[in-house]
């Protein structure tokens, strides 16, 4: 960590203090000066873009971080993009041969019809959305579009333990026989967010097993809460779009670990 953050932090929390009353009690810091990393990007047009803007010909874009000493995070999110949108029936080796295929099947494609002015679309992403001393976040995903009446997008997340170097899971902060009580706090949050009674039927509009809601296994460990998505066909039809579910700290409390890489946020939300 910065030495010159925590001195800043320090100068701060002194300079909001009158001479003659208490200080008043704040939260901890948490720091973001954690992993050091920098975004690559790959951006390939397909050989018949000529002079068109990349909005109107087949163009692969992706961008993602490179973490500086951290090689096993680094082939994580290398692992996830390259398997967002498979162009066969095993992921590429590399993003740059992800490029190259995806425009290879444009290429395939116009020889079938050259006459067709349809033109495919990828774009992939991979980037941080928070990182402290203990916990680093990242979303994932991207948009596809080869051909057929539209595309299809998702969002996926990372959750990366800085100091164990390993992705966090439920199983980490949560303790032992949560998932029923969990799914139970879930499933009422969702109910009230989608505008439904507690005995509405899930039959008619979503795509449950069984008709029972369930959790997925697609969340970000913000300090807000735990943050669910569901990707489009998942739980609703397309046009439906993503479902997004976010369960607070304070209605879990009794269900997290002591010490885990989230706890620091129940504490911060706390105001402890």
Partial sequence: MKVTSFILLAALGLSSCKWGEPAKQVPAAIFTDTVAYTYQAIHERAADCGSKPDSACTVVDIKYPVFKGTPVLNDTVKHKLLNIFMLGEKPDTSLNSLAANFLKSYTDAKKDDP?????????????????????????????????????????????????????????????????????????????????????????????????????????????????????QYEIKPYAAGQTELIIPYSQIKTLMRPKSAASQYIHKNAGI
Wanted: no cysteine; hydrophobic share 35%; aromatic share 16%.
């Fill in 115 to 231: 006459r067709t002015e349809m033109f495919y679309t990828l774009e992939s992403y991979a980037k941080v959305i928070r990182q402290d001393s203990s916990l680093l976040a990242l979303e994932y995903g991207g948009y596809s579009y080869q051909g057929g009446a539209h595309g299809g997008s998702f969002t996926g997340f990372v959750n990366w333990n800085v100091k164990t170097d390993k992705q966090v899971t439920l199983d980490d902060i949560l303790a032992d026989g949560y998932k029923p009580q969990l799914t139970k706090i879930a499933e009422k949050i969702f109910r009230k967010d989608e505008k439904l009674t507690d005995t509405s039927s899930l039959a008619n509009d979503y795509f449950f097993k069984d008709n029972k809601f369930a959790l997925n296994e697609n969340y970000a460990i913000t300090p807000a809460g735990i943050r669910f998505v569901y990707n």
